[in-house]
């Protein structure tokens, strides 16, 4: 069997990783978007390092468009395969890759009218809608837990991580001449307080490890002194300050820990009398993807929900899609807070948020997750005073505070807690993917000194025979 890593290798986005069996079938590990890089990404993503027409199958570990965004792309070129993920997945990859289409199409129409202008041939946008929706017709969702058979020689079971709603280690279990070899991808692994959903649980006995190193250098904060911080940042822009709290948030998952967090200081009391707005359509319907998958929560949301049939949802609170009531929100002139997608305050309707009230000393902007380094949302929160938002020069005059135990991904600690279920002696082989490199390297010694032997960073489209 070989391993090919054709994206997340030394990067923190782009997941995809094609397994060819001996028998010469065909399984991409993920097939995500590589993201945070501006016009270079375009690039990354056309040249996926496979032929998409030759791959039999679609193994997916979660939602996030860093590891399912190119589905509708190998659709289009030709990939006719079965994409297997569980059911909390799909649901939300129906929602996800649509809205990743439309953006990609009303991106490239942007970008040629200014090739037009200087008289360059226009581009194509990587998918449209229509991709979109038609690749959901080849999604299989499976509980988690189940061992679900490929076919005679494949099967695969995935086992909570507690990253995202639906999010599952994919264990494969791959037989040939009368042996299997079990191949664990962790994809994204969480945290083991999420505020939402269950903690990661322990998963099968790999002969190869995959596993992600995002977060390989770093420690998190304690939950309850973040949500508490939260609590002050709120009460400090909004009563004190009298100004705009401005969240920027990806849309599924961190939006919904926000919204919770805020529903609990609600019920409560101590939530100030202010209005709150959830400004993303993909938000809206993600959260409603939310309330269909209570399997996936956590014991202390479905104590909630006994007496909050709504956890995401209170008085105060209001989700808007239409781009008619986000554009009223530029007039509001009251304290509020806006969250808004996307997180690294690249695309969206945050940015507009953001270009209206940047340079207000009154506006906090809470940074709650990671943001790759040559974005917006890294500019912002390294501390530069001037930014650029649809091509003006705005003065950084907002607050900037950073929330980091709102991420998704496990600290070094988290993760390698979460690893040590594992018997060491019995992997062969560990590989590490979807971290910058720097961290990989030291995410890599902190493994050896837990006792994992033969760690491996690939570098992009390098090929292991294992």
């Not at 949500?227 to 948030?249: A, M, Y």
């Amino acid at each position: 069997m070989k391993l090919k890593f054709c994206g997340a290798a030394r990067e923190v986005t782009g997941s995809k990783i094609l397994l060819t069996t001996g028998m010469g079938k065909r399984i991409l590990l993920d097939c995500g978007m590589f993201q945070g890089k501006g016009l270079e990404t375009d690039a990354m993503n056309r040249d996926l390092g496979f032929d998409p027409y030759l791959v039999d199958h679609i193994i997916l570990t979660h939602a996030h468009i860093d590891h399912s965004g190119l589905i509708p792309y190998v659709y289009k070129l030709g990939f006719r395969g079965s994409i297997v993920c569980t059911s909390a997945t799909r649901d939300l990859c129906s929602i996800m890759l649509a809205d990743t289409a439309y953006i990609q199409e009303n991106d490239t129409k942007t970008f040629n009218k200014r090739r037009v202008k200087k008289g360059l041939p226009m581009v194509t946008p990587l998918f449209t809608q229509e991709d979109a929706k038609e690749c959901m017709k080849l999604f299989i969702g499976i509980p988690k837990d189940m061992k679900f058979t490929i076919d005679s020689n494949i099967k695969v079971k995935f086992t909570n991580t507690g990253h995202m709603l639906g999010s599952g280690v994919a264990n494969l279990y791959i037989t040939e001449n009368g042996q299997t070899t079990r191949i664990a991808y962790t994809g994204d692994i969480g945290r083991p307080s999420n505020r939402i959903l269950a903690p990661p649980k322990p998963f099968p006995q790999a002969d190869i490890l995959i596993t992600e190193s995002t977060y390989g250098d770093r420690l998190h904060e304690d939950q309850l002194r973040a949500d508490q911080l939260l609590l002050d940042v709120v009460n400090h822009t909004c009563v004190e300050k009298e100004g705009k709290l401005l969240i920027p948030s990806f849309s599924v998952g961190r939006t919904q820990e926000v919204v919770y967090s805020l529903n609990k200081f609600f019920n409560e009391g101590k939530l100030p009398r202010v209005e709150i707005f959830v400004d993303s359509p993909l938000s809206v319907n993600a959260t409603t993807i939310f309330r269909m998958h209570p399997e996936c929560f956590n014991k202390e949301v479905l104590n909630v929900m006994e007496t909050d049939s709504d956890p995401f949802g209170f008085n105060s609170l209001t989700y808007i899609s239409r781009q008619q009531d986000s554009k009223k929100l530029n007039e509001y002139d009251k304290p509020c807070i806006i969250i808004s997608a996307s997180g690294m305050m690249e695309a969206g309707r945050i940015k507009h948020h953001l270009a209206n009230n940047i340079s207000d000393p009154r506006t906090t902007i809470l940074v709650v997750g990671y943001c790759s380094p040559v974005t917006l949302g890294a500019r912002i929160a390294r501390g530069d005073k001037e930014v650029s938002i649809f091509g003006t020069v705005h003065k950084v005059n907002a607050e900037v505070i950073e929330i980091d135990s709102f991420s998704g991904h496990g600290d070094y600690k988290e993760m390698i807690d979460f690893l040590n279920c594992q018997n060491k002696n019995e992997i062969r082989k560990t590989f590490l993917v979807h971290g910058d490199y720097e961290t990989q390297v030291n995410y890599s010694a902190r493994l050896k000194e837990a006792g994992f032997n033969d760690i491996n960073i690939p570098s992009p489209k390098q090929e292991f025979t294992i």
